[in-house]
T-cell receptor, first 113, second 112 residues
Framework: EAQVTQNPRYLITVTGKKLTVTCSQN?????MSWYRQDPGLGLRQIYYSMNVEVTDKGDVPEGYKVSRKEKRNFPLILESPSPNQTSLYFC????????????FGPGTRLTVT | QQPVQSPQAVILREGEDAVINCSSS?????VHWYRQKHGEAPVFLMILLKGGEQKGHEKISASFNEKKQQSSLYLTASQLSYSGTYFCGTEIGRNAGNMLTFGGGTRLMVKP
């Protein structure tokens, strides 16, 4: 079954405590992306990756890091989370030059206190 | 800059039609439409490439006017299952590296 998985699904943390949200896909897609969703603002792209070791900034990259060491994984790292990073985060895959549809993971709800 | 969607919300009775608009200030290569049900991830509906094509997906279709940088999503004879939030995503060019910029969403509620 084609899947995009994210872990954890829910996380409550404190300001400044480093965290990583993992994203994994089994569809052999080259393209992966991270979005955050906030009420009234829709989905905003944080980072995306066209292939292994190739990453680029989206609209709102400040405060986030990513890495793409393997094709199937694209973790999102918050080295020093702040309350304004409280949001719903989605990982997506696909949407490359050969395929356009993006498949979204189930989402990770992050609260930073 | 995010594309602007209108209306922000719409309430329909089952069987009624609706149009959701998406407008950008930048020249667009493609427009993507997604639907998100409450508590779920967005799900792909369709993509329109520049050239003014129109696409359909069951009773949902869309158009793309590249001269006006606008796209419209048409929902005909709406069903209860159409309820959700609809997002348009815009891509300004293939060389932009597949970066999608989404609008703020249109919340659609279909009532019996």
């Amino acid at each position: 079954e084609a899947q995009v998985t994210q872990n954890p699904r829910y996380l409550i943390t404190v300001t400044g405590k480093k965290l990583t949200v993992t994203c994994s896909q089994n569809m052999n897609h080259e393209y992966m992306s991270w979005y955050r969703q906030d009420p009234g603002l829709g989905l905003r792209q944080i980072y995306y990756s066209m292939n292994v070791e190739v990453t680029d900034k989206g609209d709102v990259p400040e405060g986030y890091k990513v890495s793409r060491k393997e094709k199937r994984n694209f973790p999102l790292i918050l080295e020093s989370p702040s309350p304004n990073q409280t949001s719903l985060y989605f990982c997506a895959t696909g949407g490359g030059l050969l395929t356009y549809e993006q498949y979204f993971g189930p989402g990770t709800r992050l609260t930073v206190t | 800059q995010q594309p602007v969607q209108s209306p922000q919300a719409v309430i329909l009775r089952e069987g009624e039609d609706a149009v959701i608009n998406c407008s950008s200030s930048k020249a667009l290569y493609s427009v993507h439409w997604y639907r998100q049900k409450h508590g779920e991830a967005p799900v792909f509906l369709m993509i329109l490439l520049k050239g003014g094509e129109q696409k359909g997906h069951e009773k949902i279709s869309a158009s793309f006017n590249e001269k006006k940088q606008q796209s419209s999503l048409y929902l005909t004879a709406s069903q209860l299952s159409y309820s959700g939030t609809y997002f348009c995503g815009t891509e300004i060019g293939r060389n932009a590296g597949n970066m999608l910029t989404f609008g703020g969403g249109t919340r659609l509620m279909v009532k019996p």
